[in-house]
């Protein structure tokens, strides 16, 4: 069973910086797609960045020039590296890995870990 463990939330003030860590029980080789999505209070989960195994790199324009996903193979970890906070980035932040296996896709998700940005 693969698991993702976030890590790196907190409360920051509009303008700081968080980076948030997903440790994966497995080598981030073995998933077709990684990212990062949020959920606010009262709203959809959405996707905030998310990379694909052929090298693709996709960041919501609400994030875009202030957010940057990367990774750490030898750790199985991947990072998301958040700049000039506003108080609209407030939310849950959740790892995705996404492994198809044709019919089927199989998606499975960290825990969450809540960023809070105070204006």
């Known amino acids: 069973q693969v698991q993702l463990v976030e890590s790196g939330g907190g409360l920051v003030q509009a303008g700081g910086s968080l980076r948030l860590s997903c440790v994966a029980s497995e080598s981030t080789f073995g998933f077709d797609a990684m990212g990062w999505y949020r959920q606010a209070p009262g709203k959809r989960r959405e996707l905030v960045v998310g990379f694909s195994s052929d090298g693709s790199t996709n960041y919501a324009d609400s994030v875009k020039g202030r957010f940057t996903i990367s990774r750490d193979n030898a750790k199985n970890t991947v990072y998301l590296q958040m700049n000039s906070l506003k108080p609209e980035d407030t939310a849950v932040y959740y790892c995705?890995?996404?492994?198809?296996?044709?019919?089927?896709?199989?998606?499975?998700w960290g825990q969450g870990t809540q960023v809070t940005v105070s204006s």
């Open positions: 995705n890995a996404e492994r198809r296996q044709p019919p089927y896709t199989y998606n499975y």
